[in-house]
Every structure is written in C-alpha cells, then in structure tokens.
C-alpha cells in the first residue's frame, strides 16, 4: 500500500498564482524528494530534504518537512502554464533490513495561462 | 532527456506470456531502480541494483526478477503475465546507492497485457 498520501489529489490554478501541495506519510523516513512527472511520461526529481532539515528553497520551490506531523508541503510561486503536471512526494526509510522508497498518490496541477 | 534509455517504448502481449524489459543507465551510474505505474496502484517501488548486486526491494512479485549486468544495463523479467500487470514501468538510474541520491528516470515501457 501506498505510504503516501497527497492532498489535494488535482489543483487548477491561474499563472502566476502560488501553488501549495501536500504530502503525508506514515513511516519515519531518511529522506523526502519531491518529483514531476509530466503526462505519461518519466519522472523528474526536483528537490530533496533530508529528514533533519525543516525547509529548502530551489528557484521557484520551497518544501517544508514536519516530521513531528510526518508531512511535506511543496510550494510553487508564481506558476507557469509549464508548471502543468502532477506531483508527487517520495519517502525512503529502512525496515527489515532494506530500503523501501515509497511514492505518493500524486496530485495534478493544472495552470491556467 | 535523463539519459537513461529503456526499450521497448510499448510491448503488447497475452496471459500466461514471458516479456523482458530493458534499461541503460546514465553514463557512469551504478544504481539502478525499476517502477510500476498503474492507475490502481500508483507508482510501486519494485526492486534496485548497485554495481550488480541487489540494494533494496520494495514489492516485487515472485513472478517477476532483475539482474544488472557488468556493464551496468539491466533487464526486468516478467513472467506468467497478469491482465493486472499491465502498466508503465520506470527504470531510474543515480550515481550511488544511497537512499538520498537524486534518480534519472527514463521514458518507461508500456506494457499492455491482453
């Protein structure tokens, strides 16, 4: 079964508006990455925050990592009509005695041009 | 383009079939990592290689395996096809092995099961 759960499952916004996306998981994890997987086809890794950080920025992304509430946002300023894909959080963490990374259900973004 | 390459782009085939899938990492990647995307199940963590031995397995069924061979490609062997089998399926590559490396993801073989 999936670890992760993504809210909200599909979000349509207008350009340049921010978007917000959320991501929880029920494991204590090493790691959290955040990935874009444009229709059909592969995905692309677009940040990673390590379970002892709280936030990161890349560019336009910002994720914040609660490990209290085991939760991930991924926030997307100033949206672009190329921002159009769905999302989705990956956890990895060890248990009995291997890696498991877990993806999420993803959410879709739909921007608006 | 990630420079992982994965072929074939699609395979159709029928119950009870054997298929082979393909992948090539990123130059100089050693990890390799295989996906299953489907509607109902989403995006499962199948198993991952490093420099030829098994790393990590997330949930891979019996009827299928992998190996990753010297120079580095690795193939994903499905057998006693399933009408549920029938799905996308990623090969990833990343420079190491650890958890936190980034993964290169290629195009993904579309598997149809009739």
């Known amino acids: 079964s999936q670890q992760g759960e993504e809210d909200p499952q599909a979000l349509s916004i207008q350009e340049g508006e921010n978007a917000t996306m959320n991501c929880s998981y029920k494991?204590?994890?090493?790691?959290l990455q955040w990935y874009r997987q444009n229709s059909g086809r592969g995905l692309v890794h677009l940040i990673l925050?390590?379970?002892?950080?709280r936030e990161k920025h890349s560019g336009r992304l910002r994720v914040t990592l609660d490990t209290s509430k085991k939760s991930s946002s991924l926030l997307i300023t100033a949206s672009r009509a190329a921002d159009t894909a769905s999302y989705f959080c990956?956890?990895?963490?060890?248990?009995?005695?291997?890696?498991?990374?877990?993806f999420g259900t993803g959410t879709r973004l739909k921007v608006l041009a | 383009d990630s420079g992982v390459t994965q072929t074939p782009k699609h395979l159709i085939t029928a119950t009870g079939q054997r298929v082979t899938l393909r992948c090539s990492p990123r130059?100089?990647?050693?990890?390799v990592y295989w996906y299953q995307q489907s509607l109902d199940q989403g995006l499962q963590f199948l198993i991952q290689?490093?420099?030829?031995?098994?790393?990590a397995k997330g949930n891979i069924l019996e009827r299928f395996s992998a190996q990753q061979f010297p120079d580095l490609h690795s193939e994903l062997n499905l057998s006693s096809l399933e009408l549920g089998d029938s799905a996308l399926y990623f090969c990833?590559?990343?420079?190491?092995?650890?958890?936190?490396?980034?993964?290169?993801f290629g195009p993904g073989t579309r598997l149809t099961v009739l």
């Open positions: 990833a590559s990343s420079p190491g092995g650890k958890s936190y490396n980034e993964q290169f």
């Open positions: 494991t204590s994890i090493n790691n």
């Open positions: 925050i390590r379970s002892n950080e």
């Open positions: 990956a956890t990895d963490h060890f248990t009995s005695g291997t890696y498991k990374y877990i």
């Open positions: 130059s100089g990647d050693l990890s």
């Open positions: 290689y490093y420099n030829g031995e098994e790393r």
